[in-house]
């Protein structure tokens, strides 16, 4: 296949771009960022360079993006523009191009603040049927990008799949509490549990969209690492999460011990990502349960590719009018 990823400098797309050439391949990146992974730098609103990007392209997969943390840097607008306008671009250059699948990155942020519940509620359980309301700039246009799609599979007849992507950037956490009182490895393995999937299985999810996509037409999938836990969890996880994980891993503990390392207090939401797998036929493969096996066998809990494609940073000052992802 011929394949367009666009923000290919970024995480997700530079994670996309290795696994799609290493397959066989031929794909071409498009970014703002020079990089060994991108093959036209520009922007995703920029007409002339988008049409360029997609011209033979069997499938497009759109992870360009502004992203939560741009909000201390970059204006409403820039949001609009990247978010919005890019992926109507990107929408109309697909279906002159005749491209047969489109996926979508979006964000399990979209959910905004269905994902906190009052103080004494239950914890949050999360799938494809909660309503989002989005808290900020950065909810609302990807919200309205998914909305862009659905709105081209409906009179364009173009196969739209949207991914809800939970966390993966291997950045410390954006909230100065985590980052007090866990080490940055810890807290992105508690959160394996509920709100976080591995660079590689968002990789993968994203592959699984492209081939389902022509016999799906359009759909919203939430993307996360799968969880251990049911529906019947959801209080005591809010009341005393470490005691609930100690139910499904009774060694948890004596693991995290060997590290100087701490679960959780609460958990306020739980991605579920059960129709993902069952419809995508998506086989995600790094979740808390493989986390902790490497840890007792005294190795690193993310994945090679996550590894390989490391930090890139997300709170420098923007590039002109717009950031990648």
């Known amino acids: ?115 906190v519940p009052a103080p004494e509620a239950p914890a949050a359980w999360i799938t494809e049927d909660v309503t989002p309301i989005p808290r900020n700039i950065y909810g609302v246009t990807k919200v309205a990008a998914e909305d862009l799609c659905q709105l081209a599979h409906r009179e364009w007849d173009l196969a739209c799949v949207v991914v809800r992507v939970s966390r993966f950037f291997p950045e410390d956490d954006d909230h100065d509490d985590t980052r007090e009182r866990y080490v940055s490895e810890n807290a992105k393995v508690n959160e394996l549990l509920f709100r976080r999937v591995d660079l590689a299985d968002a990789v993968s999810a994203c592959q699984a969209a492209i081939h389902r996509a022509p016999s799906i037409g359009f759909r919203r999938y939430v993307i996360s690492a799968t969880t251990p836990f049911d529906r019947r969890d959801v209080l005591d996880l809010r009341r005393d999460a470490p005691g609930v994980v100690r139910r499904y891993f009774p060694d948890f503990e004596t693991v995290y011990a060997l590290h100087g390392w701490k679960m959780f207090p609460t958990v306020d939401r739980v991605y579920a990502n059960a129709k993902a797998r069952q419809e995508l036929g998506w086989e995600p493969i790094y979740d808390f349960a493989w986390a902790l096996g490497r840890l007792r066998a005294g190795q690193h809990p993310i994945s090679d590719l996550a590894r390989t494609v490391g930090k890139k940073g997300y709170h420098s000052p923007p590039l002109g009018a717009h950031n990648p992802c």
């Open 1 to 115: 296949m011929r394949l367009l990823v666009t923000g290919s400098s970024g995480h997700l797309g530079e994670g996309l771009v290795r696994v799609l050439r290493a397959e066989g391949h031929t794909v071409v990146g498009l970014d703002l960022l020079e990089s060994a992974h991108t093959d036209f730098v520009g922007s995703v609103t920029d007409r002339m360079v988008v049409a360029a990007a997609v011209e033979g392209a069997d499938a497009v997969i759109h992870t360009a993006t502004l992203h939560q943390p741009h909000i201390a840097s970059h204006h409403t607008q820039a949001f609009i523009d990247t978010n919005i306008s890019g992926t109507a671009t990107l929408l109309e250059a697909a279906v002159e191009a005749g491209v047969g699948g489109f996926v979508f990155v979006s964000t399990t942020s979209a959910f905004g603040m269905a994902l």
